[in-house]
């Protein structure tokens, strides 16, 4: 079966996505619309073409147009990522379904598990969570590992920030872990939205109901989506932000390590 989706970017050798060595596929199209994103590119559905201004600081380059996106289809994609099977059987890796949110193009991203499991190749889904029940459901027996984003803890915040109800979200976390899914926390660092002591703390008691789920990564903030922002000429809603310092991340790190939790910064 060969299925049509949109991607915007494929990325062979990443290490940040999951474990060991990976190829990382970017799926276009989100629900969410967070402030912060660092693939503002991603947020939209299907090819589209924008206007790219000029470079930082004034370098100049002519104002033109540029596709953001492109269709492909699944034996297109499947084949790419299985140039590097070898690779992957060495270092513990696989491929990681990214975004934008890979939910969001349920029957492509359920081609492309199959074949994967089909072959042997460990998959990683990148999640925000925002999808039907039945949908994690129908691809929970073919995905190895859930990357699954907890954004802010408290809903109205959660409207705010990224436009839904972290409700759903909640609810298939929940259903995920019951239902025997590979789960690892990933919660993105956002100076003085997300990386707060009331967020965290809240996150980790909303977690201590599901016992199953122990690893938690740390993202701190990326500044990627400040400048792509820039270059592709969308509107920001946020003031430039800087990285946490690391003594910063580690105390955050230090707490939740305290409730039990094996935590990573980065990845």
């Not at 474990?19 to 619309?33: A, E, H, Q, S, Y």
Request: net charge negative; hydrophobic share 35%.
């Amino acid at each position: 079966m060969k299925t049509v989706g949109t991607i915007f970017d494929l990325k062979r050798f990443t290490i940040h996505d999951g474990p060991g060595i990976r190829t990382t596929v970017f799926f276009k199209g989100c629900p969410l619309d967070c402030w912060w994103c660092h693939n503002p590119e991603s947020r939209r559905s299907g090819v589209e073409s924008v206007s790219v201004g000029p470079g930082k600081e004034g370098t100049p380059h002519k104002d033109h147009k540029t596709p953001l996106g492109r269709e492909v289809i699944s034996e297109e994609v499947f084949e790419q990522v299985a140039r590097d099977i070898l690779f992957y059987d060495n270092s513990g890796g696989g491929v990681t379904f990214s975004g934008g949110e890979p939910m969001f193009q349920i029957d492509f991203l359920g081609e492309l598990l199959r074949r994967c499991r089909d072959e042997g190749i460990h998959t990683a889904v990148d999640t925000c969570g925002h999808a039907p029940s039945d949908d994690f459901r129908r691809i929970l027996p073919f995905a190895d590992l859930f990357l699954f984003d907890l954004k802010l803890i408290n809903d109205g915040e959660h409207i705010v920030y990224t436009g839904v109800s972290n409700r759903e979200i909640l609810c298939n976390l929940k259903m995920l872990s019951e239902s025997g899914g590979n789960i690892i926390i990933r919660i993105p660092m956002i100076p003085g939205i997300t990386d707060t002591w009331e967020n965290l703390k809240g996150i980790a008691e909303f977690l201590e109901s599901i016992k199953s789920i122990r690893r938690i990564s740390l993202l701190p903030y990326n500044k990627l989506g400040e400048d792509k922002r820039e270059r592709y000429q969308m509107p920001g809603r946020l003031s430039p932000l800087d990285t946490q310092s690391n003594s910063e991340l580690l105390e955050r790190s230090d707490y939740l390590q305290s409730k039990g939790y094996e935590v990573q910064i980065g990845g």
